[in-house]
């Protein structure tokens, strides 16, 4: 990797932003045009470098767009007649983060469990009764404000879930709006479906489209039964725990 492409991909990585390196293992021709150990660098809308082989660039640029959003590294062969090159897609994803819109009881063990699972977590509310350090001194951050004025300045990329917990749709549609025009990995909204179909008019009324909309899980979360916090807190991280791994087996 040339200097250039590897203070970029530093860059990146420590910007939390998804990248993957493709690099060029084994293939026929090497020598000055191409080269064993060429690299590229892909993100979900551009690259940069090559692996000095137009049409070799092209296929590798197809299979790491779905390595990318499946954020799983793998190892290709292409063939072209007799040819064969072997190339070698690494995917690096940002930290994964949970974001919870609602300081709500459900909230508290949610942190919990999310944070045992190795997310990042962040609590938004703009209700200080709710927002309280003492309730949420586990959380790693405690935004309080309006979540359509605090969601816009996080990152919320692909290794991101958002969840909205407060039945307040002052609070609760503003954030979907957010994250439905963000490429956050999971969203997911409490309610019952009644209040998700009053939910959608309203996300409709403000230009969301229904494949956008087709990206909530709502009623939110597993159906295991459970009422008490601590169980409706389960059967979500169990649902994000399942729709993340799904994602990671398509391809």
């Given at each position: 990797m040339t200097p250039t492409l590897h203070a970029l991909l530093m860059a990146e990585i420590q910007a939390e932003r998804l990248v993957a390196t493709a690099t060029l293992l084994a293939g026929p021709g090497i020598g000055a045009k191409v080269r064993s150990g060429a690299k590229m660098l892909v993100w979900p809308e551009r690259h940069a470098g090559s692996l000095g082989n137009r049409e070799l660039d092209g296929e590798v640029l197809r299979v790491a767009a779905g390595a990318l959003t499946n954020q799983q590294s793998e190892r290709f062969v292409f063939r072209q007649g007799e040819s064969e090159w072997d190339v070698f897609v690494d995917v690096f994803p940002p930290p994964p983060q949970l974001v919870i819109v609602?300081?709500?009881?459900?909230?508290?063990?949610?942190?919990?469990?999310?944070?045992?699972?190795?997310?990042?977590?962040?609590?938004?509310?703009?209700?200080?009764?709710?927002?309280?350090?003492?309730?949420?001194?586990?959380?790693?951050?405690?935004?309080?404000?309006?979540?359509?004025?605090?969601?816009?300045?996080?990152?919320?990329?692909?290794?991101?879930?958002?969840?909205?917990?407060?039945?307040?749709?002052?609070?609760?549609?503003?954030?979907?709006?957010?994250?439905?025009?963000?490429?956050?990995?999971?969203?997911?909204?409490?309610?019952?479906?009644?209040?998700?179909?009053?939910?959608?008019?309203?996300?409709?009324?403000?230009?969301?489209?229904?494949a956008q909309i087709a990206r909530i899980h709502a009623p939110i979360g597993l159906d295991l039964g459970g009422r008490r916090p601590e169980e409706i807190a389960v059967a979500i991280i169990a649902q994000i725990v399942q729709v993340t791994n799904e994602k990671l087996m398509v391809g």
């Open positions: 609602g300081a709500v009881h459900i909230a508290i063990p949610l942190v919990t469990f999310a944070k045992a699972l190795g997310f990042r977590t962040i609590v938004v509310d703009a209700r200080r009764a709710f927002a309280t350090t003492e309730r949420f001194a586990h959380a790693d951050q405690l935004l309080i404000g309006w979540p359509g004025d605090i969601l816009p300045t996080l990152n919320l990329n692909e290794s991101t879930c958002l969840v909205t917990l407060t039945h307040d749709e002052k609070l609760d549609n503003p954030a979907l709006l957010v994250a439905l025009n963000s490429p956050v990995r999971y969203i997911g909204a409490l309610g019952s479906r009644r209040t998700h179909t009053a939910r959608v008019a309203a996300l409709q009324a403000e230009g969301a489209t229904d």
